[in-house]
T-cell receptor
Framework: EAQVTQNPRYLITVTGKKLTVTCSQN?????MSWYRQDPGLGLRQIYY???????DKGDVPEGYKVSRKEKRNFPLILESPSPNQTSLYFC??????????????FGPGTRLTVT | GENVEQHPSTLSVQEGDSAVIKCTYS??????FPWYKQELGKRPQLIID?????GEKKDQRIAVTLNKTAKHFSLHITETQPEDSAVYFC????????????FGTGTRLTVIP
């Protein structure tokens, strides 16, 4: 089954404790992206990757890191989480091969609470 | 970068009525406009999209219209049903903007039985 998976789905942590949210897709997609969703603000892009070893900042990259060592995986790293990073996080992927259609497939989401 | 505005933020309609959600975008180079539906506690899922060389697209009860000159696009849902209740997001992708989607802030649609 074609899918995007994220782990963990729920996480409660404390300020300053490094954490990683994993994202994996099995569709051989070149493009992957991380979003955060906050009430009234919609989905805002954190980082994206066009392919292996190619990453770039989105609209709200401060406090986050990513890596793309393999095509299927795109982990999101919070080196020193702060309460303002409490949010719902979505990973998404899409193919660049389908010209004219850039549907993004979203993972199930990770709800992060930083106390 | 692209800025997408979406209205209204909340919308309540009686079952069977129509619902319209409107979005505007700022970058005239944007050429792809998808709409995503997010049910409570679920992930966003694509329901319909339109490219800039098309003015209207329909898929059963949903349709999207695009006015490139005015830089706005709209989602129309006819004969609404309770299962249409969800948050709807519009988005835009600028030409040359990789696959990056710039989302609106969402519309919470409630269909009252």
């Amino acid at each position: 089954e074609a899918q995007v998976t994220q782990n963990p789905r729920y996480l409660i942590t404390v300020t300053g404790k490094k954490l990683t949210v994993t994202c994996s897709q099995n569709m051989n997609h070149e493009y992957m992206s991380w979003y955060r969703q906050d009430p009234g603000l919609g989905l805002r892009q954190i980082y994206y990757s066009m392919n292996v070893e190619v990453t770039d900042k989105g609209d709200v990259p401060e406090g986050y890191k990513v890596s793309r060592k393999e095509k299927r995986n795109f982990p999101l790293i919070l080196e020193s989480p702060s309460p303002n990073q409490t949010s719902l996080y979505f990973c998404a992927s899409s193919s660049r091969a389908r010209a004219g259609r850039n549907e993004q497939y979203f993972g199930p989401g990770t709800r992060l609470t930083v106390t | 970068g692209e800025n997408v505005e979406q209205h209204p933020s909340t919308l309540s309609v009686q079952e069977g009525d129509s619902a319209v959600i409107k979005c505007t975008y700022s970058d005239s180079a944007s050429n792809y406009f998808p709409w995503y539906k997010q049910e409570l506690g679920k992930r966003p899922q694509l329901i319909i999209d339109i490219r800039s060389n098309v003015g209207e697209k329909k898929d059963q009860r949903i349709a999207v219209t695009l006015n490139k000159t005015a830089k706005h696009f709209s989602l129309h849902i006819t004969e609404t049903q309770p299962e249409d209740s969800a948050v709807y997001f519009c988005a835009a992708t600028p030409l040359g903007g990789a696959n990056n989607l710039f989302f609106g802030t969402g519309t919470r649609l409630t269909v009252i039985p």
